[in-house]
């Protein structure tokens, strides 16, 4: 009998319909075949492979779980799983699709007016309008309620001031949007590149998602039609429900990059031939790699159920927080014990869990950080909010 596969150990695939399993697949063989022979070289230059989005969109992987406007209308789990095959070749794709589909496609389908969604979701799932989302500030991102960024009604127009930090994609955007406090509470803007005083620079050196676009937004009066705010966003529970839907894809996401770091070291525990046998053999680096399998099988059914309570429609944020919080924490430690196990090879640009460590440290603190989900479970569980 063949022996299991340590990336899907308790036949996770089996839970799949032949829809999701089909479009895992071929998501995964283009990162086989477009990812991986790049994306080293690609972290090495701080370069986001811009090349890579026309494939990415002919694939209908932007917004992809979102129906209409020339959207592929597929499935929560499907929508995870494109996630987990983008990450397992580097979090800077998935970033950019979480960003494209999650945090700025979503907010326009959920609360855009029927103009807005004509104007720019179809033009987004080509792929040849780029989004970016600005609710982070200098100030802290943990506490968004606190946000400074302010709008201001001016006639028929808005009135906004502020700076936005650490925004993906910012400075190749063609669009932004934009989360401002108001005397009407937390309002949501479309900002277009291009509007006066809207400007954008890269934060141009990071250990982290090297191949991802990182940059500061700067409001200098900007002037905003009323017709690019998002009518139906009221409230800071607006950009935290966008929130909800990235983090969703962010916890399949972080199971690709813990599957890769696992599959390297299992290579090459096979391989290197210590003290006359490969290190493969010995007790400790069994028990790692035995970790490892369950780690990522229990974040995998984890995952799989978050996204069938998805598609129930019953899924709810404290749940999201315990799979981003769980699932990025395994594959952050997946990710250090790999590269360990790699020894000095594993510090080398040639291997992927030092990439994928980096990049990790990204995921842990994006989205909030690891103390905020563990607070957003325990305010759940206990009624009360500590933050
Ligand atoms: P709180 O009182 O809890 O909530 C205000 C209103 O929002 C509702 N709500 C949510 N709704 C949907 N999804 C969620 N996750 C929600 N969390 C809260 C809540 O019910 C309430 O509604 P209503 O109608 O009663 O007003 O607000 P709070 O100020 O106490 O904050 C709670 C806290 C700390 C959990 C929240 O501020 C938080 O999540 N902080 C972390 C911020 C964060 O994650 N920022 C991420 C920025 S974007 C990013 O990182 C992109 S990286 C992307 C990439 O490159 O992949
Ligand atoms: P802070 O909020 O200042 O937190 C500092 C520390 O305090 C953390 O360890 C935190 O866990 C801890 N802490 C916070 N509150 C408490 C508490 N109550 N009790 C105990 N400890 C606490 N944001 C966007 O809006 N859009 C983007 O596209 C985007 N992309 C990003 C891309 C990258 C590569 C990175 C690194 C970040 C990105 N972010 C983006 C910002 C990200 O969401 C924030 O970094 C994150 O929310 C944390 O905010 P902060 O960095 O200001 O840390």
Same mark, same amino acid.
């Given at each position: ?41 690609? &972290?090495? $230059? ?18 992809? !779980? ?29 970033? &950019? ?8 496609? %979503? ?7 029927? $103009? ?44 906004? !001031? =502020?700076?936005?930090? %650490?925004?993906?994609?910012? #400075? ?16 949501? &803007? ?6 006066? =005083? ?16 990182? @940059? ?27 929130? #909800?839907? *990235?983090?969703?894809?962010?916890? %399949? ?26 290190? @493969?053999? #010995? ?41 981003? %919080?769980?699932?990025?924490?395994? *594959? ?38 690891? #103390? ?5 479970? =325990? ?9």
């Amino acid at each position: 009998m063949a022996s299991l596969d340590p990336t899907d150990f308790m036949d996770v695939a089996s839970l799949l319909d032949s829809e999701e399993r089909q479009t895992q697949r071929s998501v995964g063989r283009w990162v086989d075949q477009r990812v991986l022979p790049l994306i080293g070289q690609a &972290f090495d $230059e701080h370069r986001f492979p811009s090349e890579l989005v026309p494939e990415m969109a002919e694939m209908g992987l932007f917004g992809c !779980n979102l129906e209409g406007y020339e959207c592929a209308g597929l499935n929560n789990v499907t929508y995870g799983l494109v996630c987990q095959e983008l990450e397992r070749g580097d979090s800077g794709l998935r970033s &950019f699709v979480s960003v494209q589909g999650s945090l700025c496609m %979503w907010p326009i389908h959920a609360y855009g007016s029927a $103009e807005q969604k004509e104007r720019w979701l179809p033009g987004m799932a080509r792929g040849e309008i780029v989004g970016c989302f600005g609710l982070t500030e200098p100030d802290g991102g943990s506490d968004p309620g606190a946000m400074n960024t302010r709008a201001k009604r001016d006639g028929d127009d808005w009135i906004l !001031n =502020g700076a936005k930090m %650490w925004i993906t994609n910012g #400075t190749i955007a063609d669009l932004a949007i934009v989360w401002a406090e108001s005397d009407e509470g937390v309002l949501g &803007f479309i900002v277009e590149k291009g509007f006066q =005083g809207y400007t954008s620079r890269d934060i141009a050196k990071k250990f982290s998602l090297r191949a991802s676009v990182t @940059s500061e937004l700067f409001l200098d009066h900007v002037r905003v039609p009323e017709a690019n705010r998002l009518p139906d966003a009221q409230g800071l529970r607006a950009p935290l429900s966008c929130l #909800t839907q *990235a983090r969703f894809g962010i916890a %399949w996401g972080a199971i690709g990059a813990a599957t890769a770091c696992l599959r390297e070291a299992l290579e090459f525990s096979n391989e290197r031939v210590l003290f006359g046998r490969p290190i @493969s053999h #010995t007790q400790t680096i069994q028990r790692r790699l035995a970790d490892m399998t369950r780690r990522i099988t229990n974040a995998q059914l984890l995952a799989l159920q978050l996204g069938r309570l998805k598609d129930k429609g019953q899924m709810r944020p404290a749940q999201v927080s315990v799979a981003k %919080w769980n699932n990025v924490r395994m *594959a952050l430690d997946i990710a250090r014990d790999a590269r360990d196990i790699l020894g000095a090879s594993g510090i080398s640009i040639e291997t992927s869990p030092i990439r994928h460590m980096l990049n990790l440290e990204s995921v842990i603190t994006y989205e909030g950080t690891e #103390t905020i989900h563990e607070l957003a479970v =325990g305010r759940e569980i206990t009624g009360f909010a500590a933050f």
